[in-house]
Each structure stands twice: as C-alpha cells, then as structure tokens.
C-alpha cells in the first residue's frame, strides 16, 4: 500500500474538504505516518475517516476529531500542552509538530511505554510521557497554554481547570458514556468561558474527576 498517497488523500478528502483551515496542522497531518500508530494487521485503515482499536480497550480517534480538537486549541508553536490520554501517540506527535512542549499523560502503562517508543523513534523529542490518573492533569508543570484531553468525561475536572494559564484553552468530550459535546474552556481574568464545538463520541475518561473504572 502506497502509505503517502493514503495520507495526501485523507488531509484533502477529510480534513480540509471539511473546513480545517489551520496550514500548520494540514502541514503535520501530511507529514505523520498514521499508519505506524495502529496494529500492522490495521495499517491498510489507517487513513480512513473512523477510529481505530488499539487496544486495552482504547481507540485512535478519526483523522477529521484530531485535526478539529487540535485547531481548537489555537496553537501558535511557542505553547506548552497538556495531553490527557496519549493513547496511541498520534494525537501527541500532532501536538509535538505544533508546540514546544508536550506532557501527556496516560493511565494505561503498556498504551504509555509503547507510545514514548515510537515518538522517540520518530525523533519527537519535545514529549514527556507520564503514567498516572490524568483527571488530575500535571500539577507540577503547570500552568499550560493548552491542555487537550482524548476521551470523554462527565463533567470537566477541576484539575485541569486549574492548570491552565490565563489566556490558555481546554478542549474537551463533555457527556454521557456514549456520546458528549466537544468544548472549548478559555480561560481569562474575570473567569472561564464554555463553547460547545459540536457532538463526538469518545472512550470514557477514567479517573477520580471521571468516570469509575469498570
């Protein structure tokens, strides 16, 4: 399978034909082989328009739900990011192409171990990785210009409220276990402001500030 040709046409058919306007993000979607983030047996779908397993009960998320969180967050390439859930790592290696820094966390160590692996071996070397409880966020690096979380919670954990510096946004799955609206947090000095970006459907965020582990 020709993986570049595969990627070209998943940026035009599903990320700009549906109104990602954001050059630098376009750019990394070009750039990153997808295909490397999922099981070799799934590679061949790697560049479709619809999630993925990865295991431990976890999925990639659609190419056009990376590239619409990801714009929301407003990048500029000087910030420093908080990830919620690295999962895979695709979503991280994104945000690794359009900040300075990245810290993601995950709660899942084999999901962790082989994320900081393939990161490493793509040469992203602006990631820290940290296994812990991610509704907690990261406290000792904060505050964050941006935090983006990767999975859907019940309410929006204080934590991560909290974490994010003055002028910083938060995009997050807010919802029921099957299907949230995504937000946008801004946070500024009289308070914080809630947009709702639209519907999406995600795993559910596991954590003290989430939901209950089954």
Known sequence: MDFAKARLKMVEDQITLRGIKDARLIAAMKEIPRHLFVEEALQSQAYTDH???IGEKQTISQPYMVALMTEAL???GKEKVLEIGTGSGYQTAIL???C???FSVERIRPLAVRARKLLYELGYFNVEIKIFDGTFGWM???PFDAILVTAGSPDIPQPLVDQIAI???LVIPVGDAFV???FRVTKTEEGVKREDLGGCRFVKLIGKY???AE
């Open 51 to 53: 999630p993925l397993p």
């Open 74 to 76: 407003l990048l500029t």
């Open 96 to 98: 690794a192409e359009m």
């Open 100 to 102: 300075e820094k990245v």
């Open 140 to 142: 000792e690096e904060s």
């Open 167 to 169: 002028g910083g946004r």
């Open 180 to 182: 949230q609206d995504l």
């Open 210 to 212: 989430g939901w209950e």
